[in-house]
């Protein structure tokens, strides 16, 4: 009688390790994840950037290329 009842506590130990560990792998791919996406935005353009390419674009004209230049440094 006292078999079963160790058995039955010991898979339920097993049970709740396995559950540790599935939540430990996902934890760590949404970690991953969220690593990419911040690499991916910091390899954008920066303002600075973006400004000079639509003054070059003629979307605007110098006097507000100046003055966006100067807001940005």
Known sequence: MMEEYGH???MGWWWII???VLIAIV???I???NRDAA???SA???ALEL???RYAKGEIDQHEFEERKRDLM
């Open 8 to 10: 039955g506590w010991g």
């Open 18 to 20: 396995g559950l540790v």
């Open 27 to 29: 934890l760590l791919v």
């Open 31 to 33: 970690k991953s994840m």
């Open 39 to 41: 690499s991916t935005q």
């Open 44 to 46: 954008g353009k920066s």
């Open 51 to 53: 400004l000079k390419e």
